[in-house]
Each structure stands twice: as C-alpha cells, then as structure tokens.
C-alpha cells in the first residue's frame, strides 16, 4: 500500500512562496507518475502539476497554464518525496493542496480519476 503525506502549508501574503513537501511510502517511488492538485471551497478539485522520472537526472513535468513560471515540481527518489516549490503567490492559489501518485507509466495524467493514491491535503491560504 501506498501513502502519501503532505506538508509544508500554511497562511503567506500575497507575493510570498512556500514550499510543499509529499512523503511518499513504498518501494517502488520511482516508477510512479506524481501530481499536486487542489482544491478551492466550492470548487471542483484542480490539476496544478505532475512530474514523471525517466532515470538519471530526467524528470518530465507539465504544470497548468495559471503556474506556469511560479511554480515548480521536483521530486527526490533517495528520500522518497516529491516537492512543490510555489512562488509569487496569489489569493487565488488559496485552496487545499494534494498531491497524488499514479502507476500510469506514460506521460504526466491531469485527470484526478487517473490517479490512485492520494494524500489527505494541506491548506496553502494566501492573504491580500
């Protein structure tokens, strides 16, 4: 069984970062496709990145258009964690923070369905 755990959330003003980590258990980490969604009060819950390691030092990662450049996803194999680096925050990027693994071995899924372990979530709250 899979488990994922996240930290790192917390309350920033608007312009600030924060960093998220996902631990993830298992042995088998690497083989993984790992994404980070959220999900607003009200609303549906939302792709914001996924990375896919592809050996070495490549990793293929797709991010939604309203990230792009202020956030970033890494993820470290050795300790078994996947990060999400978010920069230049918005109030819109307040939400409840997932991040999910997949065993789908192609490409990065955007679709949560795709996805089969999840974590429990960490609030990110962005104030004016």
């Known amino acids: 069984q899979v488990q994922l755990v996240e930290s790192g959330g917390g309350l920033v003003q608007a312009g600030g970062s924060l960093r998220l980590s996902c631990a993830v258990s298992?042995?088998?980490?690497?083989?993984?496709?790992l994404g980070w969604f959220r999900q607003a009060p009200e609303k549906e819950r939302q792709f914001v990145t996924a990375?896919?390691?592809?050996?070495?030092?490549?990793?293929?990662?797709d991010y939604t258009d309203s990230v792009k450049c202020r956030f970033t996803i890494s993820r470290d194999n050795a300790k078994n964690t996947v990060y999400l680096q978010m920069n230049s925050l918005k109030v819109e990027d307040t939400a409840v923070y997932y991040c999910?693994?997949?065993?789908?071995?192609?490409?990065?899924?955007?679709?949560?369905?795709?996805?089969?372990?999840w974590g429990q979530g960490t609030q990110v709250t962005v104030s004016s």
């Open positions: 999910a693994a997949t065993r789908i071995v192609a490409g990065t899924p955007r679709y949560s369905a795709q996805y089969d372990y």
């Open positions: 298992g042995r088998t980490f690497s083989s993984y496709a």
């Open positions: 990375i896919r390691w592809s050996g070495g030092t490549t990793n293929y990662a």
